[in-house]
């Protein structure tokens, strides 16, 4: 079996998710709140939505990509709102309380809520549809196993990502107190916010978006 693909599936994977956006810090701010496992969780979720976009672009359903950025205008307003929303809660909530075993929050909310923010920015496939051509053994032949291989690569080297920095983040959790962790809170609160903000207005600012 080629490794080509899973391997570049990895790469890609990796280049994805390691740039510091709106997503990355809530699993930041996650994984200091209420521990890695939390951090994980949340990062597991944005590469189920990653790797769908993956497997859009690479198994060429035109069809359905071309939906998807013509109402990309929708999904902008849907995922800036929703980066607010995340954003204020959490400038607002209280601290909780660092303890080992934290419970404050759901593993089932910290997936859906990051599945759901990272599934409204379709623009992804325009990542994907600049970077596969580079990578043109992933779309080649006549099957779709090397495209599912890849679109696994993708995913894998997400979630390794994800694990790897909420794992060290989380370690931290041992050196923080009640009060850091609120002004910790409260700065991913409000650049969240901003990141929410930012996306709305770009619907203004972008004057071919349909």
Do not use: K
Request: charged share 10%; hydrophobic share 55%; glycine share 10%.
């Amino acid at each position: 079996m080629d490794t080509g693909p899973f391997i570049n599936g990895i790469i890609i994977g990796v280049a994805l998710a390691a740039p510091v956006g709106p997503i990355a810090f809530v699993c930041i701010q996650r994984s200091l709140a209420y521990g890695r496992l939390h951090g994980i969780t949340s990062g597991f979720g944005i590469a189920t939505a990653d790797a769908f976009y993956a497997a859009v672009t690479a198994f060429g359903l035109a069809l359905i990509s071309d939906f998807l950025l013509a109402r990309q205008w929708f999904f902008r307003l849907f995922g800036g709102l929703a980066l607010i929303a995340v954003g204020i809660r959490i400038v607002l909530a209280a601290p909780p309380e660092i303890t080992p075993t934290p419970e404050n929050e759901s593993y089932i909310s910290d997936y859906s809520t990051m599945l759901a923010i990272t599934l409204a920015n379709p623009l992804t496939i325009v990542f994907f549809t600049i970077i596969i051509p580079g990578f043109g053994v992933v779309i080649s032949g006549n099957t779709g196993i090397t495209p599912a291989i890849f679109v696994i690569g993708v995913f894998l080297g997400e979630m390794g990502w994800w694990i790897f920095l909420c794992g060290t983040l989380g370690s931290m959790r041992d050196y923080l107190t009640r009060e850091r962790l609120h002004l910790i809170n409260r700065l991913a609160g409000l650049v969240i916010t901003a990141f929410g903000a930012v996306l709305i207005a770009s619907l203004f600012l972008t004057s071919d978006i349909t």
